[in-house]
């Protein structure tokens, strides 16, 4: 179940960056869909959650007020909108598709987000 | 909650049965959920609500446990299955992971 990652990249303490994933192979708009990093060398920690339509969504404590989450239906896109970033955000963040909305059957690629002066 | 994985690294032969441990700090009733991630891979999921088989995972893996204390068991080791492997709680938001078990080559 193809899901292509972009949006990536380098940026500085307290910049921004938008990922995002578009989906292929699936009913997208009927899924759940979440982000989930893995800091190098480290395990993985989730990071947010949106329901199939988009009325649900969770962030975990550490990116609460920082990051968005957000989804377009209409063009099989999921995004996570990465504000205030800080050195400890950086990690491969992964999207992640959800049969049910708390676990995770496929996943992207992984898009590698550094954040340093 | 807090996901504490045992051991952190279980050295191992092919054909040897593997057995990982997960704890939870507190309840997550079945809400267990178990990955696979080999180097430089995406996770693979493996087992859900403790012991569903994921579509085409193989009947060596098996998951069992409830409430706080749940195991995942490969009865007998291919090399495909020297990886990293995590658990996952889906009890709670927020979702939490644990710090995962090695297994290794002997």
């Known amino acids: 179940v193809p899901l292509l990652q972009s949006g990536g990249g380098l940026v500085q303490p307290g910049g921004s960056l938008r990922l995002s994933c578009v989906a292929s192979?699936?009913?997208?708009?009927?899924?759940?869909m979440s982000w989930v990093r893995q800091a190098p060398g480290e395990g993985l920690e989730w990071v947010s959650a949106i329901s199939a339509r988009g009325d649900s969504i969770y962030y975990a404590d550490s990116v609460q007020g920082r990051f968005t989450i957000s989804r377009d239906n209409s063009k099989n896109a999921l995004f996570l909108q990465m504000n205030r970033l800080r050195v400890e955000d950086t990690a491969v963040y992964y999207c992640?598709?959800?049969?049910?909305?708390?676990?995770?059957?496929?996943w992207g690629q992984g898009t590698l987000v550094t954040v340093s002066s | 909650i807090v996901l504490t994985q045992s051991p952190a690294t279980l050295s191992l032969s092919p054909g040897e049965r593997a057995t990982l441990s997960c704890r939870a700090s507190q309840n997550v009733n079945n809400y267990l959920t178990w990955y696979q991630q080999k180097p430089g891979q995406t996770p693979r999921l493996l087992i859900y609500?403790?012991?569903n088989r994921a579509t085409g995972i193989p009947g060596r893996f098996s998951g069992s446990g409830s409430g706080t204390d749940f195991t995942l068991t490969i009865s007998s080791l291919e090399s495909e299955d020297f990886a990293v492997y995590y658990c996952?709680?889906?009890?709670?938001?927020?979702?939490?992971f644990g710090g995962g078990t090695k297994v290794e080559i002997k």
């Open positions: 609500d403790a012991s």
């Open positions: 992640a598709k959800a049969p049910d909305i708390s676990y995770f059957d496929s």
């Open positions: 996952q709680q889906r009890n709670n938001w927020p979702l939490t």
């Open positions: 192979g699936f009913t997208f708009g009927s899924y759940a």
